[in-house]
């Protein structure tokens, strides 16, 4: 049924009004509606924005927050460094003093059945020194100082790692050590690489000690050209490298640990004595020393890191410690100051055995009085630094008082003010930090008194 053409036209003039009116707003409010639209979404950009520059903040301010609670760990750590250097540089004085006495005894008697004995001694003496390189580099860590950076002999220096990894590591655990290199030379702190290798190498056995298993060291040499992924991808140096590869057979890790394992803190050993520093030192050390180190392991395969160092043309010696090296005698009295009764009478026994005669004091103030009652019967002092009552310098400045030229030789286990700049400025006197061994504590006496 057809409307009628009335209603036909009514509707017809009802959707001319309605698209008129359409026309009208569109022609009046829509640009406006468009520019607030456009405001709208510009605003929601802003504020989209915002969150996530808030949210970034809020992530950089718990960072923050966690690297100054970090920092303020190890600014205590380095407090402690301090605290207890002079105390563990007195234990290893007496250490390596009592044991170059037993060296110099087992040569005078003379016997060959001593050799072994006299080899042992010459072991312990390197591993004071090693304590004593770790001590000072505890130390210059906690102050952020560099090491001392000379030619280093890796084969020497991993083979000497390795025999101390030997004694601290169960039978049920072997070493192997292969050597593909006649050149092993790097340019490195010796101490800080004895650190990467003793620190791979704990880790190692630490992975084996519940079944046994293979630690093995493997140093080779290789080239990287300048076109070597190593070089254009990690920003390496072309040129040649020592490689020092450190596998172990033990337990291995997941791909979740191996993303982490050089993260500050990271550790695996939490709750079992580690700190997860190791690791992250470990790879600071390769860094400052221009290397890359690299890991690979599988869960149930073991573990493999693999270290480059720039290879060095300069030849470098092993540096071992002499257990008895032959000493110039000599015949000066010498007054001797120290609170520990073990150092007094490692040195004093020393001193007398190539010649001096010696005096010995427990305190400042008991030598300030044997000075004053005979200032003109001591050819020099030597003087510890951290005692009470009163310290090694007040005791130079009244002993200076009595005879200004008298040489001193001030030792110190830890001191912040106290060095070897400082002490020349005293005029005839040298800085020693302990622990010293009798070559060196004997060449210092000798280049004061002959000088």
Do not use: W
């Amino acid at each position: 049924m057809k409307k009628p053409s009335e209603e036909v036209h009514r509707e017809e003039m009802l959707q001319r009004i309605i698209g008129l009116g359409e026309r009208s707003l569109k022609k009046s409010y829509y640009p406006e509606l468009q520019k607030r639209i456009r405001e709208l979404e510009k605003a929601n950009h802003e504020l989209q924005h915002e969150i996530q520059e808030r949210l970034k903040a809020e992530a950089q301010k718990e960072k923050l927050e966690f690297q100054l609670r970090q920092s303020q760990k190890m600014e205590a750590i380095g407090t402690l460094a301090g605290g207890i250097a002079h105390d563990f540089n007195n234990i290893l004085s007496a250490i390596i003093g009592y044991t170059e006495l037993a060296a110099i005894h087992i040569e005078q008697c003379g016997n060959a059945a001593n050799c072994r004995a006299s080899n042992d001694l010459e072991g312990v003496l390197r591993g004071a020194d090693r304590a004593k390189q770790l001590v000072h580099q505890i130390l210059s860590f906690s102050r952020q100082k560099g090491g001392d950076i000379t030619a280093v002999n890796l084969e020497a220096l991993l083979r000497e790692t390795t025999r101390m990894l030997r004694a601290l590591i169960p039978t049920t655990i072997t070493i192997e050590t292969a050597i593909h290199t006649t050149t092993p030379i790097i340019m490195a702190d010796a101490t800080q690489i004895h650190q990467v290798i003793m620190n791979l190498g704990t880790n190692g056995y630490q992975a084996m000690l519940a079944k046994g298993g293979r630690l093995q060291f493997d140093l080779s040499e290789t080239d990287l050209p300048v076109n070597d992924p190593m070089v254009t991808n990690l920003q390496l140096a072309p040129g040649n490298y020592l490689v020092l590869r450190i596998s172990d057979s033990g337990c291995g890790m997941n791909r979740e640990t191996l993303a982490k394992i050089f993260d500050p803190y990271f550790s695996t050993k939490i709750g079992k004595g580690g700190t997860g520093l190791g690791l992250s030192v470990v790879h600071g050390i390769v860094s400052l020393h221009k290397g890359h180190i690299s890991v690979y392991s599988e869960p149930g395969k073991g573990t493999t890191f693999r270290i480059y160092l720039p290879k060095a043309e300069q030849a470098a010696g092993t540096a071992l410690v002499e257990a008895h090296p032959v000493l110039q005698r000599g015949e000066e009295r010498l007054l001797i100051v120290d609170d520990e009764a073990d150092l007094r009478e490692v040195l004093q026994r020393i001193l007398e055995n190539i010649g001096y005669s010696v005096t010995v004091a427990a305190t400042p103030i008991e030598a300030l009085a044997r000075f004053t009652a005979t200032p003109h019967d001591f050819d020099m002092l030597i003087t510890d630094m951290n005692m009470p009552e009163m310290d090694g310098a007040e005791l130079i400045d009244k002993v200076r008082a009595l005879r200004e030229n008298l040489p001193v030789i001030l030792c110190t286990g830890f001191s912040e003010t106290m060095n070897e700049k400082s002490t020349r400025a005293l005029g005839r006197a040298r800085h020693l930090v302990k622990p010293v061994t009798q070559k060196e504590l004997h060449e210092t006496i000798r280049s004061l008194l002959d000088s």
